[in-house]
C-alpha cells in the first residue's frame, strides 16, 4: 500500500499506483471521460470570509453517463485523490472545497490553497493521464471581479473550452453558484442564501440584512425562520426578491443555537435554499461602557509569549459579564472568550497572553487568552460583544509615529475621558511593577487616585489641594475620582468619602 500522503503533502509515487493495480489485476485502461472544472472560487470576499473557509472547485460531467471518479486525483493547485467510490451523475456537478463544512454536499481537499494571482489546477485520471487542466488569472482575457470582489469565476458554457479566458465569466451571484447550474448560462431557477449561512452570532432586540442571491427567479420570495428544523416564525409572507431583507430580531425571539432561514418563491415553492448550518441568537445585552486602557505589547524583562497584556475599564454603573466576547485584530488573530467572567464596575481588568505569576514579569492577570497577540510596531485591539459584531472599543495603535512605542514600558492612556483612539491621548508609564517593567495592571494609571500631592497617601491635605483645583478650574487626573473627566464638587464628595471610608 503505498501512502497518499506524506508530511501532509502529496506522495509522488501514489500517481501511478491505479494504474500498477490496473496491471497486477489485467484491468483494461479507462476512457478519457470529458471531466472539467466548470466554476472555482479562488479568493472569497472578505465579506464572505476566509480562504481557508470558502474556496472551492467545482467539477462537471460533461457526458450522458455516470463517470467514478475513484483513483481521480489533483497534481498542481491542490492536492486530493479520490481513493473510493465517488459516482458523478451525467451533466452533474462535484464540489471539491477547503472547508467542507461550508458547503453541503462538497468533498473537502487534502491538502493546498489556490492562488489569488492565478494558479496551474491539474486533474489527472485513474490511469495517470491528464483529465482537465486548467491556468487561470486574475486578469483579462480571465475576468477579474472573482479576485476578492464577490463572485466566483464560472464557465459560460459546459461544452466551452475552459482553458481559453474569455469562456470565463464573474458569476452574477455573490459567492457562486457551487454544486448548481452557472449563473452566467443557467436557466434553471435558483436561490442561493448568502446569510445567516451558518456560525453567525445574532443578538436578540438588533437589526440584520438576509442575503440572498438568485437566478432566473422573477417573482417575490417568502422567507422563513426554522429552529431546529421547525418552522418558527414566517419573516415575510412576500417579499422583493432584491437579494436583502433587513430583519429587527425581536425582544421575544428565543436565543438558541439551533436557527436556519429558508427562502423560497412565493410562486414556486420548489425553488428555495437553506442555511448551510445552524446560526445562533443570543440574549440581549445592553453596549458595555468598557474601556482599553493600558496596553503593554513589548515587555523588555520576559519575552512577548509571556509578558504582553492590556487593560480595560469598567466605566459603567453595571458589572459586565464578557461571557462570548471576541478578543481580534484587522489581522488573523482572535479569541473568544467561552466562560462566565464578571468584571465590575470601576474595575480595571487585565488581559494576558500568560498568567502564571512567576513567569510573566509579575503581573496579576485575571484572564489568560490565546490566539492573539500584540504587534510591537503596530497593532489593533478590538473587543467585540457577543453579537461578534458590535464593537464594544478598539485602539489602533502605530508603532510611534503618532503613539508612543516603549520597550518594556506599557502605553497608558492618560484620561478615561478622552479618546483612547487618538495617539496623543496615550504616553508611556512610568510605574515599575512585577520584574521591572513599568506599567500599572489592575489599577488607575494615574497613581493612587486621590493623593493629590503624591505623599502615597489620601487625606485631608489631598481634599485642600482638590478643592483649590476646582476654583481654580484646573485639572489634575489623580483628583478626578470618577473619572469623567473634569474636577468638581462631586470629585471632592468622593475624596472625603474615601477618606472617611477606606
Do not use: C
Request: net charge negative; aromatic share 10%; charged share 20%.
Amino acid at each position: 500500500v503505498i501512502a497518499q500522503y506524506q508530511d501532509d503533502k502529496p506522495n509522488p509515487f501514489v500517481l501511478d499506483s491505479t494504474l500498477a493495480r490496473r496491471i497486477w489485476f489485467n484491468e483494461p485502461p479507462q476512457p478519457a471521460y470529458n471531466i472539467k472544472i466548470n466554476e472555482i472560487h479562488y479568493n472569497p470576499a472578505s465579506e464572505q470570509g476566509s480562504d481557508n473557509d470558502y474556496e472551492f472547485i467545482e467539477l462537471f460531467n460533461a457526458e450522458s453517463f455516470s463517470v467514478n471518479l475513484f483513483g481521480y486525483h489533483f497534481t498542481e493547485g491542490l492536492a486530493h485523490f479520490f481513493n473510493e467510490d465517488v459516482t458523478l451523475e451525467p451533466e452533474g456537478y462535484l464540489l471539491l472545497a477547503k472547508n467542507g463544512e461550508m458547503y453541503s454536499g462538497s468533498i473537502e481537499w487534502a491538502y493546498g490553497n489556490l492562488g489569488n494571482s492565478g494558479e496551474t489546477v491539474i486533474l489527472i485520471n485513474s490511469d495517470g493521464d491528464l483529465a482537465n487542466e486548467l491556468t487561470f488569472e486574475n486578469s483579462s482575457p480571465f475576468p477579474s471581479e472573482p479576485n476578492g470582489s464577490g463572485p466566483s469565476m464560472e464557465l459560460i458554457d459546459p461544452d466551452a473550452d475552459n482553458t481559453v479566458g474569455i469562456n470565463w465569466q464573474a458569476s452574477t451571484i455573490f459567492g457562486g453558484t457551487p454544486g448548481f447550474p452557472n449563473s452566467v448560462y443557467s436557466t434553471t431557477a435558483v436561490i442561493t442564501i448568502v446569510s445567516p449561512n451558518g456560525g453567525e452570532l445574532w443578538m436578540q432586540g438588533t437589526t440584520h440584512n438576509i442575503f440572498w442571491a438568485s437566478i432566473n427567479l422573477d417573482e417575490d420570495v417568502i422567507i422563513e425562520l426554522y429552529q431546529d428544523n421547525e418552522l418558527s416564525s414566517t419573516l415575510s409572507a412576500g417579499t422583493e426578491n432584491n437579494g436583502s431583507y433587513e430583519w429587527v430580531i425581536p425582544m421575544s425571539q428565543a436565543d438558541g443555537n439551533n436557527y436556519t432561514v429558508k427562502v423560497s418563491g412565493s410562486q414556486d415553492n420548489d425553488v428555495f435554499d437553506v442555511s448551510n448550518a445552524y446560526f445562533s441568537i443570543i440574549p440581549f445585552s445592553a453596549p458595555s461602557e468598557v474601556i482599553i486602557t493600558e496596553i503593554m505589547q513589548n515587555p523588555a524583562s520576559v519575552s512577548d509569549a509571556n509578558g504582553e497584556w492590556f487593560e480595560v475599564y469598567n466605566s459603567g454603573s453595571s458589572n459586565i459579564d464578557i461571557n462570548g466576547w471576541l478578543i481580534a485584530d484587522n489581522g488573523s488573530d482572535d479569541h473568544l472568550i467561552d466562560d462566565e467572567i464578571i468584571i465590575s464596575s470601576g474595575q480595571y481588568f487585565v488581559f494576558g497572553r500568560n498568567a502564571d505569576f512567576a513567569s510573566n514579569g509579575g503581573v496579576n492577570v485575571d484572564y489568560e487568552y490565546s490566539g492573539f497577540t500584540l504587534g510591537n510596531s503596530e497593532d489593533e485591539i478590538i473587543i467585540f460583544s457577543s453579537d461578534g459584531v458590535t464593537e464594544l472599543d478598539r485602539v489602533d495603535y502605530d508603532g510611534g509615529q503618532n503613539w508612543p512605542d516603549p520597550t518594556g514600558a506599557s502605553m497608558t492612556l492618560s484620561n478615561l475621558a478622552s479618546d483612547n483612539n487618538i495617539g496623543s491621548n496615550w504616553q508611556t508609564s512610568e510605574t515599575a511593577y512585577g520584574d521591572g517593567d513599568l506599567g500599572t495592571p489592575g489599577q488607575s494609571n494615574f497613581g493612587i487616585q486621590g493623593d493629590v500631592n503624591g505623599d502615597d497617601q489620601v487625606n485631608i491635605l489631598d481634599v485642600v489641594i482638590a478643592i483649590n483645583i476646582v476654583l481654580l478650574n484646573e485639572y489634575d487626573e489623580i483628583a478626578d475620582m470618577n473619572e469623567d473627566g473634569i474636577i468638581n464638587i462631586l470629585d471632592i464628595v468622593i475624596l472625603i468619602n474615601s477618606i472617611l471610608n477606606p
